[in-house]
C-alpha cells in the first residue's frame, strides 16, 4: 500500500497536481510572512535583553524559554479568542483567512526568535564589547557592532522560527479553518486527506513539507558553519 501510494504520490508531483502546489504557496506565504513579523518583533527584543543588564532579566529570559514550548493548540486557543466575533478584535473578520494564520504563527515564533537571538549574543566573546568600547564606539555603534558580529546566529534563529511553524498544524486548522485554495496549506492538508482515506495525496504534501523543511534545516546549518568559521 505504501509503494503505490508513493507512486501515485510521485506522480502528483511530476504533473505539478493543483492541490499540492495551492497548498505549497499557502505554507510558504503564510510562514514567511508569519516569520518576517517575529523577527521584526523577536529580534529587537532578543538585542535589547541580550546586550543589557537590568533586575529582572532572568526572569524575563526565564519567560521567553517558556514561551518557546507554547503548544500550538493553546497558541490557537488564545487568538481564535481575540478574533472570534465575540472577542475584542472580532469585527477585523480576520478569523479563518491567511491574516489570522500569519498572526497566530508569528505569535508561536516570535519568542523563538527572541529566546534565540539572546543566547546568540550571550554566547559571543565576552571582550568583543569592551574592545569596541576601548576603540572609542557609543552605545548604538557598539550594539550594532556585536549584532553585525553575531549575525549569522540571529539568522539562524529566523530559519528556526520559520521551521516551527512551516510544519505545525493546530494554529492553521483553528485560525485558517481548511479552506481548500485558501488557508490549507501543506500540515492541515496531510492532516485532512490523511482522514479522508486520500493517502497518496497526503503522502504527497508530506514529501513536499518534509522537503522544505530538509531545506531549512539544511540553510541553519550552513549558517552555523559560517558562524564558526574564523575570519
Known amino acids: 500500500m505504501i509503494a503505490d501510494a508513493?507512486?501515485?504520490?510521485?506522480?502528483?508531483?511530476?504533473?505539478?497536481?493543483?492541490?499540492?502546489?495551492?497548498?505549497?504557496?499557502?505554507?510558504?506565504?503564510?510562514?514567511?510572512?508569519?516569520?518576517?513579523?517575529a523577527l521584526a518583533l523577536g529580534l529587537p527584543l532578543g538585542v535589547l535583553v541580550g546586550l543589557s543588564r537590568f533586575r529582572g532579566r532572568?526572569?524575563?529570559?526565564?519567560?521567553?524559554?517558556a514561551l518557546m514550548a507554547l503548544p500550538t493548540v493553546?497558541?490557537?486557543?488564545?487568538v481564535y479568542a481575540?478574533?472570534?466575533?465575540?472577542?475584542?478584535?472580532g469585527d477585523a473578520g480576520l478569523l479563518y483567512t491567511r491574516a489570522a494564520m500569519v498572526v497566530g504563527q508569528a505569535v508561536l515564533a516570535f519568542p523563538i526568535v527572541a529566546g534565540l537571538a539572546i543566547g546568540a549574543l550571550e554566547h559571543l566573546d565576552p571582550r568583543l564589547r569592551p574592545t569596541i568600547w576601548t576603540l572609542g564606539a557609543g552605545r548604538l555603534a557598539t550594539a550594532w557592532l556585536v549584532v553585525r558580529e553575531g549575525r549569522f546566529a540571529l539568522l539562524a534563529a529566523g530559519a528556526a522560527a520559520f521551521g516551527r511553524?512551516?510544519?505545525?498544524?493546530?494554529?492553521?486548522?483553528?485560525?485558517g479553518g481548511n479552506l481548500r485554495g485558501e488557508t490549507r496549506n501543506l500540515a492541515t492538508g496531510i492532516a485532512l486527506e490523511?482522514?479522508?482515506?486520500?493517502?497518496?495525496?497526503?503522502?504527497?504534501?508530506?514529501?513536499?513539507?518534509?522537503?522544505?523543511?530538509?531545506?531549512?534545516?539544511?540553510?541553519?546549518?550552513?549558517?552555523?558553519?559560517?558562524?564558526?568559521?574564523?575570519?
Open 58 to 65: 532572568r526572569a524575563v529570559v526565564a519567560l521567553i524559554n
Open 82 to 89: 481575540l478574533l472570534s466575533r465575540s472577542g475584542p478584535l
Open 6 to 37: 508513493l507512486q501515485t504520490a510521485l506522480g502528483l508531483l511530476a504533473r505539478l497536481d493543483p492541490d499540492v502546489l495551492d497548498a505549497a504557496r499557502v505554507s510558504i506565504t503564510v510562514s514567511g510572512a508569519a516569520t518576517l513579523m
Open 165 to 175: 511553524v512551516f510544519s505545525e498544524v493546530g494554529v492553521s486548522m483553528m485560525l
Open 74 to 78: 493553546v497558541v490557537g486557543l488564545v
Open 194 to 231: 490523511t482522514g479522508k482515506g486520500e493517502f497518496a495525496l497526503g503522502l504527497a504534501l508530506g514529501v513536499v513539507l518534509l522537503g522544505v523543511a530538509l531545506a531549512v534545516n539544511g540553510a541553519v546549518a550552513v549558517l552555523r558553519a559560517a558562524e564558526r568559521r574564523p575570519g
